[in-house]
Each structure stands twice: as C-alpha cells, then as structure tokens.
C-alpha cells in the first residue's frame, strides 16, 4: 500500500462565491480540467452531492470519487473509492488578500503492487501536486472566462 497525503493551495483572484460555483458543479470537470486528466461522470445527481466521477491521468489507470460532503462556499468533500484508492480527498476555500485561497487536500492509500513499486521510485504526492498545479490554472482560466461572457 502507498500513502498519498497531500494539501496543495493557490490563492486565484476571483470572490470565493465565483471560485465555489465553478467547484460546486462537478458535472462540469470534463469541460474545463486539463487534458491530461481525463474525467468521465459516471453519476449525476443534478448537484455536487451524491455526483461520481472518474479521474484517469495521462499514462496511469483511472480511479473513481464521490462527492459525499458539501458545505456552500467552504468545502466540497470526496471519498475515494475502488480498486485503485481508497480515502478522503476535496476542495477548500478561505478569503485571501486579492481573492481566494483554494486547498485540495487529499489523504489516500493506492492499492496494487504496481504502485507500490512505483511507489519506490516516484514521489506520489509531488506528482499528486503537479496535476493540481495544471487544476489550479485550467481553474483560474474558468474563471476568467465567465468573467468575459458575463
């Protein structure tokens, strides 16, 4: 088993009411998340809550979560769950100087003797925070387009 347990933040300049309604529709990943992280609704429930999603990043095996908390503007929470990782993950948000500061924490354990030999030579929480970084800009890049078409 490899542990994956990671916080990742940036602060995008955007009120954390705009920020949250991007986050908040979760049916929505696919179309403004980076390529590399391919995301497929496997359930839409009509609101964040309850919605599955599949994450499959470029090069690797998908795995699968569920948005199972949900506190409007503050936090969006999600259970990691299948063969591949199990765990907790989700956003967070808090007012920053100039906009909001937005956390993903994630706290999984990744199953299989693949990844546990990868486990070996790769840095699974740095590489958990590079995709994030790619998550953070397509993230800001949302933002500024609704922003334009308001």
Not at 106 to 123: E, S
Request: hydrophobic share 40%; with cysteine; aromatic share 10%.
């Amino acid at each position: 088993m490899t542990t994956i347990r990671v916080t990742d933040e940036t602060v995008i300049p955007f009120p954390q009411e705009a920020v949250w309604e991007v986050i908040a529709k979760v049916n929505d990943y696919p179309r403004w998340w980076p390529d590399s992280l391919e995301i497929k609704i496997l359930k839409d429930t009509g609101e964040a809550l309850g919605t599955e999603v599949e994450i499959k990043p470029h090069g690797s095996r998908p795995f699968c979560c569920r948005v199972n908390s949900v506190q409007p503007t503050h936090t969006l929470g999600a259970e990691y769950f299948g063969s591949l990782m199990e765990g907790k993950g989700g956003w967070r948000l808090e007012p920053a100087e100039g906009g909001t500061r937005v956390f993903y924490d994630i706290d999984v354990v990744a199953h299989g003797w693949l990844v546990d030999l990868m486990g070996k030579a790769i840095d699974f929480n740095h590489l958990h925070s590079r995709m994030m970084k790619d998550v953070f800009v397509c993230l800001e890049q949302e933002l500024r387009k609704r922003q334009t078409t308001v």
